[in-house]
Each structure stands twice: as structure tokens, then as C-alpha cells.
């Protein structure tokens, strides 16, 4: 065991050049009957290997080796290195690549034009373990680079749909701000000597200016690929246009790609922390996560649905990380090793739950051909394991207990009670803000998820499609089942789970939580018995004997007589499917209250008079403020420059050559004064 956890990088590199060799198989063969299952069982099998070879590293205390090979910059070489923290993550992102290409088995089939996907999806795959492999910021940069532009060439499978082609011009360029971002941070780390290897820029030390840049930098390029608002328009245009099990990787599994670049760079490579830089990434978490499910609500598209509701996700992350570095930089290290348990935790089941949505909506699209929710419904009669594994998933990221979104949420609420005890005004006022808009998102991704289920899979149907709907395959079936019955038992045993982070929250803080496995019940205290607990255990136990007697009771005692009467029309004689709640119908409240406010809303009813047999028209008219306020804005500043400069294309060459050598001046004088 030691020397396997010793070894692992160079297992983990591997496993990378093994996800290229199919990403190069895929080509000749993709066109084959069969290319589906082989490439996909190919990729099932090395992300295994990967996910065992992460677990490993991560329960052993063996030390990392560090491999360097003679590739990148010369006088660099190619780092790569397996530490507690990107074990972690290679166990995230490798256990959902496995269900990804579990799930790919069977819905590969249906895929219309496969060589537009088989090639890229082990290349995707390829290139989120190199980012977690890298221990150099050259390496690191060109790995984000081949990451992005393999899930750009995925996003871009079906480019003839218009709207698919837009989402992945967006994301592209939402993609190279990110690296560019990314690029400046590591440039003012590596500070003028260049050090780009990981462990001299840990040996760096730089001043207040240097560390607020590098700060504002990581929240702009992670939070850029994150989905953090307003950096976060690309998602809800990508997620839905690239293929479902895409989409799962995308959502569950890139997003936590983002974030462990914010932790490595953050809590890792930029030395102790100081507690003002807890105020942006609370501020932005909170806003994001309430922003998120905000506009979750008012979608109609599943799938749309599905990627706003990352966003939220992503913002309580962006939260418990504030509120690690806040506890962190005043030496409360229990409650900073609380705080970043909770974010690595809900890292984990976000990475769970959002999968098996992502899989059940890529389900319901086979079967019907549908992503509009109004155009869905009663399909808990005819997919019906589908509904049953979708409902686990609805309810693990509603935050109900006993279920997994619930463990991670409440840790992150316990955080939030220890913030009374910072020194820090604007930490006091803040953090408390950061807790209501946390506890509202709560509420809301509740309300957004009760909607999703009931008009997609209760009621009627409402079209044709969704009433000759039929099951999906077992190999989707499979993959959904595999992390839905993860969500239960990271709910009902999350002490087992946090104690398989402690690794990485004690090389981060300095501390860790108490071993959780071994408390009485199996329950979890986060800081002390008398202060909290809880027993995802013992909650399913109650909740299942309750439910058990209930039912033993209506069945018991009820009368036996069979009693039909008409259903309640609610004032409509009318039985068409029609008059049942509509996605819109449903968010409606909710817009009304915060739509003013939020999305500028405004409706557009012409209701005829009596007697007048024209239709009613309703029109509902929403904006997106980050488009109008933000990307509109610049979008017009870079065409008025490019016309500008579109001068400097007929210039003579002396012109040319005064331009070049005052840009040489410029530098070097830029380079004398660099500190």
C-alpha cells in the first residue's frame, strides 16, 4: 500500500495516456456499431483504475513522489504530483467519468452523429486528470487549456441547432478569459525569478497588492469556469447543448475542476491568509447560489433547469471556502477544518446527485424527444425506475434529510453559527447576510425541484411523446442507480465520508474534525455534542418505520369498499391535460416576488372583453442583467476598438518598425521597475 500511494502519479499519468489511446481509437472506428460500447467500456475501465489508484493516495500516509518528465518549458520539465488534495479530486472527478461512460453504454446508441462525440469524450476525460496531475504552472495552463477545448468540441457535437453553435462560441470565449485570468495569477506568483514549479511558488512570498491580484485573478479564471455569477452565462447555454452524459461530466465533474484550482491556489500556493480575503468569496458565493436557483425557477427547459441549479450549488461551495479562509486567517482552525469539510463534502454530492439529474434528463430526452417541461408529464407510469432514481436525486439536492445534500448543507450551516466569535465587523455583518440568502436557496432549490418532478413525471401527459414514453436501457439505468444509492449512503454514513476528507482539510487548516465513524450511532458532531449532532442513521430508521406503519395502517383499518367519484376539475369540465399546473404557472408567485427585482420582469396579458372570441395572449418578458448590464457593454466597447484598430492593417513598414521598437522600450522599462 505504501508504495502503490508512492507510485501514484505516475499510475494516474497512466491512466491519461490510456484515456489519449482511446481518444485515438475512437477515430477510425467511431462509425462502427460497436464503437460505442468499446470506447465507453475503454473509458469505464480506466476511470476505475484512476478512482482506486486516488482512493489509495488519499487513506494512505505514504509521501507523494514527485515526477518530473523532460517536457514543457526546458529549463522546467513537466511536474506532476499526487497530494491529499488532487487525490481527493481525482476520486470526484474519476467516480463520475466511471458513471459517465456506464451511462454512455447504452445511450451512446441513440447518439445520431457518435464521431462527433467518441473521440472527444476520452480526450475530456484525459484532460481533467492531467489538471489534477499538474504540480507546475506551465503544465497546469496547457492541461486547463486541452480540458476546455475538449468539452468546447463536445459542446460543438450537434453545431448545426443554431443555439447550440451560440452556446459554444460563448463558452469559448467565457473559456479563454478564464485561462487568461489564470495566466496573469500564476505570472504574479511565479514573480519576476520565474519559479513556475509549484513548490517554488510555495517558497514565494509577495506583498498585500501582489496577493489582492492573485485573489481577484483565481475568482475571475476558476470562478469564470466554475459558473460563478456574473462570470456564469456560459453554463445554462452549454450544459443543455453538449450530450446528457456530457452534460453530467460538465456540470458534476468539471465545475469541481474550477474549484480545486481556487483551493490549490488559495488555501495552497499563496501563502497564510489574511481574513479580508473571506469578504469577495462570501459575498460572490452567496450571490451566486440565491441568483442560481432564482433562475432555476423560471426555466422551462429540464435541462437549462438542471444547469442553473449548479450554479447555486457551486455558490454554497464558494461559501464554506470563504468562511474556511475567514476562520483560517484568525487561527480558528476547528472551525476552519469545519468549514472546508463542508465544502468538500457538498463537492462530493454535488458530483452525485446533479449526475443522476443530468442522467435522468438525458432519459426522458430519449424517450420522448422532449427538454420543455410543459410538454412532459406522466411519466412515473411509463419510466417508472427512472422516476424513482430521479426523485432520490431531487430530494438529496433539496437539501431533505436523510439524504446526502442534506449532511453537506447542514455543515455548512454549523460554519455559519461559529462566525459570532470572528473579530472582524465586516466579517460579522457579512457572514450572518450570507446565511439568509444560503437558507432562501435552500428553500427555493426545494420549490424548484418539487416543480421539476411533479409537471415532468406526475399529473398527465401533455403530448404525444411523453404518452408513448418507454423505459430507458439497463446500462443508464445502471449508472443512475450506482450514484443514487451513493446519495443514501453518504446520508446515512457521512461520517465515513468525512472522515475520508480529513486528509486534505488537515493539510489545508492544520486541524481536521474529530474522527466521525467512531461516535456512538454513528452520529456526527461537528464541534461539540452539547452544541449539535446529528444521525443521518437514525433518521432513516425513524422515517422508514414511520412510513412502514403508516402504510400498515391505512391498509389495515381503511374500508375495504371501492369508491370512484370524478376528479376535482378545479372549475374546468374540460379533462384535457392542459388545465393541469404548467411549469410557468408553478414559478409564478416566486417571479412576481423577486422577478421585479432580479430579472426585471414585466407581463404582457391582452385579455378580450366579454363577448370578443379572440384568443387571450399572455407574454412574459424577462432580462438577464449580467447580458445587459455587463457583456452587452463590453461587447460594443470591442467592436467600437476593433474598428479603431483596424487602421493599423495599412500602415508602411517604417511605422511598423517605430511601433515594434517603442513596445520593446515599454517592456524592458516594465521589467527595470518589476519589484
Not at 481518444?23 to 472506428?29: F, G, M, Q, S, Y
Request: glycine share 8%; aromatic share 10%.
Amino acid at each position: 500500500m505504501p508504495l502503490m500511494a508512492a507510485l501514484s502519479p505516475v499510475v494516474g499519468l497512466i491512466c491519461v495516456g490510456a484515456f489519449f489511446a482511446a481518444a485515438v481509437l475512437a477515430i477510425p472506428i467511431c462509425r462502427w456499431k460497436s464503437a460505442a460500447p468499446i470506447i465507453y467500456g475503454a473509458c469505464l475501465a480506466i476511470s476505475l483504475a484512476g478512482l482506486a489508484n486516488a482512493l489509495i493516495r488519499l487513506l494512505s500516509s505514504a509521501p507523494a513522489l514527485d515526477v518530473v518528465l523532460p517536457l514543457g518549458l526546458p529549463w522546467l520539465g513537466a511536474h506532476f504530483r499526487i497530494d491529499a488534495l488532487s487525490a481527493f479530486f481525482l476520486a470526484v472527478i474519476n467516480m463520475g467519468g466511471a458513471a459517465a461512460s456506464l451511462y454512455g453504454v447504452g445511450y451512446g446508441r441513440h447518439e445520431r452523429e457518435p464521431q462527433r462525440v467518441l473521440p472527444f469524450f476520452p480526450a475530456f476525460l484525459a484532460g481533467m486528470n492531467l489538471v489534477l496531475l499538474t504540480d507546475d504552472a506551465f503544465s497546469f495552463l496547457l492541461a486547463w487549456e486541452f480540458m476546455s477545448l475538449a468539452s468546447w468540441a463536445l459542446v460543438m457535437a450537434h453545431s448545426r441547432d443554431p443555439e447550440n453553435a451560440r452556446a459554444g462560441y460563448v463558452y469559448i470565449l467565457m473559456a479563454s478569459f478564464g485561462a487568461l485570468a489564470l495566466l496573469l495569477a500564476f505570472g504574479l506568483l511565479a514573480g519576476a525569478d520565474g519559479g513556475y514549479a509549484f513548490a517554488a511558488i510555495r517558497a514565494h512570498t509577495g506583498s498585500t497588492l501582489r496577493t489582492a491580484l492573485v485573489l481577484g485573478l483565481v475568482l475571475l479564471g476558476a470562478g469564470s469556469k466554475a459558473g460563478l455569477a456574473p462570470l456564469h452565462v456560459w453554463l445554462p447555454l452549454a450544459h443543455p447543448a453538449a450530450p446528457s452524459h456530457v452534460s453530467a461530466l460538465m456540470s458534476g465533474v468539471m465545475t469541481k475542476v474550477a474549484v480545486y484550482a481556487f483551493i490549490r491556489i488559495v488555501f495552497d500556493l499563496l501563502g497564510p491568509a489574511s481574513w479580508w480575503w473571506g469578504l469577495p468569496v462570501l459575498a460572490i458565493g452567496g450571490g451566486t447560489a440565491a441568483l442560481g436557483i432564482l433562475y432555476a425557477l423560471i426555466q422551462t427547459d429540464l435541462k437549462r433547469v438542471l444547469a442553473y441549479s449548479t450554479i447555486e450549488n457551486i455558490g454554497v461551495i464558494f461559501v464554506a471556502l470563504g468562511l474556511a479562509i475567514a476562520f483560517e486567517a484568525n487561527a480558528f482552525h476547528a472551525a476552519a477544518a469545519l468549514a472546508l469539510t463542508a465544502a468538500l463534502f457538498h463537492v462530493f454530492n454535488h458530483a452525485l446527485f446533479k449526475s443522476v439529474l443530468f442522467f435522468g434528463a438525458g432519459a426522458v430526452l430519449t424517450a420522448t424527444g422532449e427538454r420543455q417541461m410543459d410538454r412532459l408529464g406522466g411519466l412515473i407510469h411509463r419510466m417508472p425506475v427512472t422516476s424513482f432514481l430521479f426523485l432520490i436525486a431531487c430530494a438529496a439536492i433539496s437539501a431533505l434529510p436523510p439524504l446526502n445534500g442534506f449532511a453537506s448543507e447542514w455543515l455548512v450551516f454549523q460554519a455559519i453559527l461559529l462566525s459570532p466569535q470572528l473579530p472582524e465587523w465586516g466579517l460579522k455583518l457579512l457572514v450572518p447576510a450570507v446565511g439568509a440568502l444560503l437558507a432562501l436557496s435552500a428553500a427555493l432549490a426545494a420549490a424548484c425541484f418539487i416543480r421539476v418532478f411533479g409537471i415532468v413525471f406526475l399529473g398527465r401527459p401533455r403530448s404525444g411523446p411523453a404518452e408513448t414514453a418507454i423505459e430507458t436501457d439497463r446500462w443508464s439505468l445502471g449508472a443512475m442507480a450506482a450514484l443514487a444509492a451513493l446519495c443514501v449512503l453518504a446520508g446515512i454514513l457521512p461520517g465515513f465520508v468525512i472522515d475520508g476528507v480529513a486528509p486534505v482539510v488537515d493539510a489545508l487548516a492544520g486541524a481536521r474534525m474529530p474522527a466521525q465513524s467512531s461516535l456512538q450511532w454513528l452520529s456526527i458532531v461537528p464541534v461539540a455534542e452539547s452544541r449539535s449532532s446529528y444521525n443521518g442513521l437514525l433518521v432513516f430508521i425513524f422515517i422508514a418505520a414511520s412510513a412502514a406503519l403508516a402504510a400498515y395502517a391505512i391498509h389495515r383499518f381503511a374500508s375495504k369498499a371501492v369508491r370512484r367519484a370524478p376528479a376535482w376539475d378545479c372549475g374546468y369540465p374540460d379533462a384535457s391535460p392542459m388545465t393541469q399546473y404548467s411549469a410557468g404557472s408553478f414559478a409564478q408567485p416566486t417571479r412576481r416576488v423577486f422577478g421585479s427585482v432580479v430579472f426585471r420582469a414585466s407581463e404582457h396579458i391582452d385579455m378580450p372583453a366579454p363577448g370578443d372570441m379572440r384568443p387571450a395572449h399572455f407574454r412574459l418578458e424577462l432580462h438577464d442583467l449580467a447580458w445587459e448590464l455587463i457583456y452587452t457593454p463590453i461587447t460594443r466597447a470591442v467592436s467600437f476598438a476593433a474598428e479603431r484598430l483596424n487602421r493599423l492593417q495599412f500602415l508602411t513598414i517604417r511605422v511598423y518598425l517605430s511601433l515594434v521598437f517603442f513596445a520593446l522600450v515599454l517592456l524592458l522599462l516594465a521589467l527595470a521597475v518589476w519589484p
